[in-house]
């Protein structure tokens, strides 16, 4: 047993306690956090080197009955997620403190203390061995985060916060409950397979069921995003800046991606899915929204709004690729947790320090903020081009790949949806790159007053963005987890 396993999981957990025993001073919170996430980073990066020789960690904790444990694993895939999810929590603690203390938000101990027991979730989730133990993780996530989206203790915040569970809680017990009861009663197990090949049913089982569990696991994980169970993420904008950033590149998106596509990988399997002709079907079902998210995107004044449904339609990129059964297909899917996570973040940073800076939310009200705010909106606009996928940023490998991808599987459909989705994606963020630089500020509106956030912000915002840049040019260090998921 891998006890580094148990120390990544508990080191969040320990930040969560911390913080709330020692919230009434706001250093110590604050400390506490900053080192956590810092400690978490170092434990995950100390697992890259064993799993990059091929070898699979593990930590069992408890047998529940046979074939059912809550058990730890760290491969390839879970190496991804963790990875990122580590690596964005020490840049979003470090930003928080900024962005809570320049608006002199209340409830900052119960803020960090949530945001803390998110990520103990999200690292759950990235290092669960079986589907029991992700499930636990998933709704564990789904809880704390509920404080998080109704910080403000409003009635906007309230009802985002309740459209927020009420999705996700119902999705969970309704689909993805019943599936695990019935995935074991068929199997004997709830353990994830030891590759991508081969699921866990066994051959002569009744066909018509597994495609049933297969819709009832792709709609169970709400958080992905998928229509028609989307509506929860707009409305969930109504919680702070790094709420937003967390829900949509760190913790809740980015952990139902990975749960629907570990099933699809490691509980079905490439040949279940290939013989049952479940893949294409899922990846035109989810191309739709690709396309529907990006059509509504543009007609959002509000930055975090179209930044939302952004989000809704580059999910659907992930489980698209991964829909596609191809090797390239699934690495782009697969490499788009980790681009998108680190562009995304770096676009709600910056929406939030346009909030500080200048009290703006709507995107008609930016023209010329680009003159003050030069670092924010550069860095705004980079991002915006990862999204869109042009080189040499992070989101161009997603794309190059999903394209090699669909062309593989001969599916000219999904290969248009791809360009069609680029376009609108380019529709929807050039503009605001555009207008803060090059359009002009009303004459009632003058410039005084209006500058850069603090630097407790703007910097974390241009590591973020650099590090999109970064994985861009040089992607091969992730590329070896994604490559070993598919051998």
Known sequence: MDYKLLIALIIPLIATLGVM???DNENIREGISSVSSILLLLVVGSMVPAVLKGNTLFFHMFTILP???IALRADSMSMIFAIVASSLWT??????MGYMRSLKEHAQTRFNACFA?????AIGVAFSDNLFTMYLFYEIVSICTYPLVAHHQDEEGYNGGRKYIIYLTTTAKAFLLPAMVLIYVLTGTLDFAPNISTGIFPPDINKTLVIMLYIFCIFG???NGVMPFHHWLPGAMVAPTPVSALLHAVAVVKVGVFCTTRVMLYIFGTETMHTLNLGIPTAYFVGFTVLAASVIALSKDNLKARLAY???SQLSYIIMGVALLTDRGIQGGLIHIVNHGFSKITLFFCAGAIYVASHKKYISEMDGLGKTMPF???AFGIASLSMIGAPPVAGFITKWNLLIGSVEAHQLGILLILIASTMLNAAYFAPITYRAFFGKRPANEPFEGIKEAPLSMLIPILIACAI??????????MLQFVKAVTG
């Open 117 to 121: 027991l998110a990520i103990f979730g």
């Open 310 to 312: 952004s989000t809704v």
């Open 468 to 477: 999109s840049v970064i994985i861009g040019i040089f992607p091969n260090f």
């Open 67 to 69: 074939g059912v444990t």
């Open 91 to 96: 840049i979003a603690v470090f930003y928080s």
């Open 21 to 23: 025993f020692r919230g």
């Open 221 to 223: 994980f709400a958080k």
């Open 376 to 378: 924010t909106f550069a």
